[in-house]
């Protein structure tokens, strides 16, 4: 099946820095990509949806201005965590969707755990 | 999207089948029913989806019933490596995002 990659798969960082997350369609174009975020014990979030070429559509109690999210192109999407606190610390995942149809399946990457100290 | 309900967690005994059950009785006739599992600090993993039909694929097989009102998981002879949250998603495909719920804790006991 197709692939999405997660990198990092980890990160620490100190409070107040910025950690940026990468997503990509290894095999496939992905015009749409999304990012979730998933506390311990819980299920996944939505967090915001990531449009090729354009400005990402955030769910309601989401802040856009400390999740930053950027879609240069059809195989990239990255999220930056903007001045990290400790209860931004969670699992965040990406998913994509093979362009040609909205009735394929939803491919996601491996995680990262993020670690805010 | 309509709502799904599933227990919160089941046992299956390994080389068994494990048959994971889901609600959806308010589903309307344009979604397709979406199996996902995530293992233990992984992404979700696709494992089957349909819309009426009963599907089969390597991994699992997937019955609805014919009112559509739920549907069950079949795993035919789960493994240790199936112990996983399991995800039943009815899905129209206009929101293009999936909406997991709570899920299925399975348990495969040695």
């Known amino acids: 099946g197709a692939v999405v990659s997660q990198h990092p798969s980890w990160v620490i960082c100190k409070s107040g820095t910025s950690v940026k997350i990468e997503c990509r369609s290894l095999d496939f174009q992905a015009t749409t990509m999304f990012w979730y975020r998933q506390f311990p014990k819980q299920s996944l979030m939505l967090m915001a949806t990531s449009n090729e070429g354009s400005k990402a559509t955030y769910e309601q109690g989401v802040e856009k201005d400390k999740f930053l999210i950027n879609h240069a192109s059809l195989t990239l999407s990255t999220l930056t965590v903007t001045s990290a606190h400790p209860e931004d610390s969670s699992f965040y995942i990406c998913?994509?969707?093979?362009?040609?149809?909205?009735?394929?399946?939803?491919?996601f990457g491996q995680g990262t755990r993020l670690t805010v100290v | 999207d309509a709502k799904t309900t599933q227990p919160p967690s089941m046992d299956c005994a390994e080389g068994r089948a494990a048959n994971l059950p889901c609600n959806h009785s308010t589903i309307s006739g344009n979604e397709y029913v979406y199996w996902y599992r995530q293992i233990h600090s992984q992404g979700p993993q696709y494992i089957i989806h349909g819309l009426k039909n009963n599907e089969t694929n390597e991994m699992a097989s997937l019955i609805i019933t014919e009112d559509r009102k739920s549907s069950t998981l079949i795993l035919p002879h789960a493994t240790l490596r199936d112990t996983a949250v399991y995800y039943c998603?009815?899905?129209?495909?206009?929101?293009?995002?999936?909406?997991f719920g709570s899920g299925t804790q399975l348990t495969v006991l040695p």
């Open positions: 998603i009815a899905y129209s495909g206009s929101a293009r995002q999936l909406t």
């Open positions: 998913s994509a969707r093979d362009r040609q149809g909205a009735h394929t399946e939803a491919f």
